[in-house]
């Protein structure tokens, strides 16, 4: 995965294959802002855009292009930010379009982005995306349910398999929740399942739950065990329904989270439109990430229009400082969720593949699939390049290659990019397709 420039993409690599079978087979800041939008071919095609957004922290900078009136600024100035009530509902919403009342585009899970693109979440019939940039990295956590507190399930889930058999041999369900399968949730969980021994496939029942209706759902006993996204899992401890056994950043440090992602339609009909809608969400995402505005973040983010929590369940985990509500508490985390350092906005292909390969490992993609040729197709960095040096980023903040090479996990396990059939050969418990 070598550095390409913009021209070198032709317009076959822009738009998606006719068919989902032709794919199976931190750091200094920008050096100014400009006060509106500016680009060389022209004004914004449209000022209007519908973008949805899932109640969770990462994203934020959705809701502070929002508010801090970043979209106007850019010339996009009849742009909607709509709470969607589920990943599901997102989904269908995306494949109506706006046209249709539907959205153009949102803050998702990085795998749906590709398994609507294949058409494999949206009944064989394959929804176009487009991804434009990455809205975080860290962030995420697994909880456990109190009645498994004497056990302090931490990094090593190898305690809980015992606990689980025990519980699954009394007659009684055994059940882990996330937020969607295939998606990042489902698959952190996985990974740190699978690490200790357990397999989410017969071990444990996998069941969908939103990220808001987390909390209550582990408080009425529907889960053992769930894996979410701020700030619900620092609400689980605060209300004393769970405990935190590890953050996602403790298994994988640094790793791929949200995207920000629009249907390939309209970034084809509205290049322009598109790129002012990604400059506004790239400073808010250095505004996100600049230490003094942190506090203000976490109370946008706590609005009720946005994520309607608490801003004491918010604000701790935005500062790093982390209470995993067992008596341990880390302050200043290495982990903490990053909206623009160590190149957090920055979409790598490389982390894409590495999410297909997963979904390949776990039987949610089939093991023939063209993931190079899919990921050249959804995944633009080139226009966030475009984005970047149109807003003055700072040449350390542009990363040199689509790679960020070979990344290594919590369990010693490596996944080398050149090479994912070597990674997927080392995994133990897997159910491929």
Same mark, same amino acid.
């Given at each position: 995965?070598?550095?390409?420039?913009?021209?070198?993409?032709?317009?076959?690599?822009? $738009?998606?294959?006719?068919?989902?079978?032709?794919?199976?087979?931190?750091?200094?800041?920008?050096?100014?802002? %400009?006060?509106?939008?500016? *680009?060389?071919?022209?004004?914004?095609?449209?000022?209007?855009?519908?973008?949805? *957004?899932?109640?969770?922290?990462?994203?934020?900078? &959705?809701?502070?292009?929002?508010?801090?009136?970043? *979209?106007?600024?850019?010339?996009?100035?009849?742009?909607?930010?709509?709470?969607?009530?589920?990943?599901?509902?997102?989904?269908?919403?995306?494949?109506?379009?706006?046209?249709?009342? +539907?959205? =153009?585009?949102?803050?998702?899970?990085?795998? /749906?982005?590709?398994?609507?693109?294949? +058409?494999?979440?949206? !009944?064989?019939?394959?929804?176009? /995306?487009?991804?434009?940039?990455?809205?975080?990295?860290?962030?995420?956590?697994?909880?456990?349910? !109190?009645?498994?507190?004497?056990?302090?399930?931490?990094?090593?889930?190898?305690?809980?398999?015992?606990?689980?058999?025990?519980?699954?041999?009394?007659?009684? =369900?055994?059940?882990?929740?996330?937020?969607?399968?295939? +998606?990042?949730?489902?698959?952190?969980?996985?990974?740190? /399942?699978?690490?200790?021994?357990? #397999?989410?496939?017969?071990?444990?029942?996998?069941?969908?739950?939103?990220?808001?209706?987390?909390?209550?759902?582990?408080?009425?006993?529907?889960? =053992?065990?769930?894996?979410?996204?701020?700030?619900?899992?620092?609400?689980?401890?605060?209300?004393?329904?769970?405990?935190?056994?590890?953050?996602?950043?403790?298994?994988?440090?640094?790793?791929?989270?949200?995207?920000?992602?629009?249907?390939?339609?309209?970034?084809?009909?509205?290049? !322009?439109?598109?790129?002012? &809608? &990604?400059?506004?969400?790239?400073?808010?995402?250095?505004?996100?990430?600049?230490?003094?505005?942190?506090?203000?973040?976490?109370?946008?983010?706590?609005?009720?229009?946005?994520?309607?929590?608490?801003?004491?369940?918010?604000?701790? $985990? /935005?500062?790093?400082?982390? =209470?995993?509500?067992?008596?341990?508490?880390?302050?200043?985390?290495?982990?903490?969720?990053?909206?623009?350092?160590?190149?957090?906005?920055? %979409?790598?292909?490389? $982390?894409?593949?590495? *999410?297909?390969?997963?979904?390949?490992?776990?039987?949610?993609?089939?093991?023939?699939?063209?993931?190079?040729?899919?990921?050249?197709?959804?995944?633009?960095?080139?226009?966030?390049?475009?984005?970047?040096?149109?807003?003055?980023?700072?040449?350390?903040?542009?990363?040199?290659?689509?790679?960020?090479?070979?990344?290594?996990?919590?369990?010693?396990?490596?996944?080398?990019?050149?090479?994912?059939?070597?990674? &997927? #050969?080392?995994?133990?418990?897997?159910?491929?397709?």
């Amino acid at each position: 995965m070598s550095k390409q420039s913009p021209s070198s993409y032709s317009p076959e690599r822009r $738009h998606f294959l006719k068919s989902s079978a032709t794919v199976v087979g931190g750091s200094a800041l920008f050096s100014s802002l %400009p006060v509106s939008w500016a *680009f060389a071919d022209g004004k914004p095609e449209t000022t209007a855009a519908k973008l949805g *957004f899932i109640a969770l922290t990462d994203a934020a900078p &959705l809701f502070v292009a929002d508010e801090k009136g970043f *979209f106007a600024k850019h010339g996009m100035t009849d742009v909607e930010v709509l709470k969607q009530s589920s990943w599901g509902t997102m989904r269908d919403n995306l494949v109506l379009g706006s046209q249709r009342n +539907g959205i =153009d585009g949102v803050h998702i899970l990085t795998p /749906m982005v590709y398994q609507m693109t294949l +058409g494999s979440i949206t !009944n064989n019939i394959p929804t176009p /995306m487009t991804i434009l940039a990455r809205l975080n990295i860290d962030g995420q956590g697994i909880s456990i349910s !109190n009645e498994y507190r004497d056990l302090a399930i931490g990094t090593d889930a190898a305690p809980l398999k015992e606990a689980l058999a025990a519980k699954r041999d009394r007659g009684e =369900d055994v059940r882990a929740a996330m937020t969607f399968p295939g +998606g990042t949730h489902d698959l952190w969980l996985r990974y740190w /399942m699978a690490a200790g021994g357990i #397999d989410p496939n017969r071990d444990i029942s996998t069941i969908v739950v939103p990220p808001p209706q987390m909390v209550a759902n582990m408080r009425v006993g529907s889960m =053992d065990a769930c894996c979410v996204g701020a700030p619900w899992n620092g609400q689980l401890v605060n209300q004393e329904v769970g405990y935190s056994a590890v953050t996602t950043g403790e298994l994988w440090p640094d790793h791929p989270e949200k995207v920000l992602s629009l249907r390939t339609d309209y970034v084809d009909a509205n290049p !322009n439109s598109t790129k002012a &809608l &990604l400059m506004a969400v790239m400073e808010a995402q250095i505004y996100c990430d600049q230490p003094e505005n942190r506090e203000e973040v976490a109370q946008i983010c706590s609005r009720r229009r946005w994520i309607n929590a608490p801003v004491d369940d918010i604000i701790e $985990h /935005m500062r790093g400082n982390i =209470d995993y509500g067992t008596g341990r508490v880390v302050e200043n985390s290495p982990h903490i969720m990053r909206f623009w350092n160590d190149h957090a906005s920055y %979409p790598f292909k490389s $982390h894409d593949l590495w *999410f297909l390969t997963e979904n390949i490992r776990w039987g949610y993609m089939p093991q023939n699939l063209d993931t190079q040729t899919l990921i050249n197709q959804v995944n633009r960095e080139d226009i966030w390049r475009e984005a970047a040096q149109a807003l003055g980023v700072a040449s350390a903040d542009i990363p040199d290659a689509t790679s960020r090479g070979s990344e290594t996990f919590f369990d010693g396990k490596v996944f080398d990019p050149e090479n994912p059939q070597a990674y &997927l #050969d080392s995994l133990e418990i897997k159910a491929l397709a």
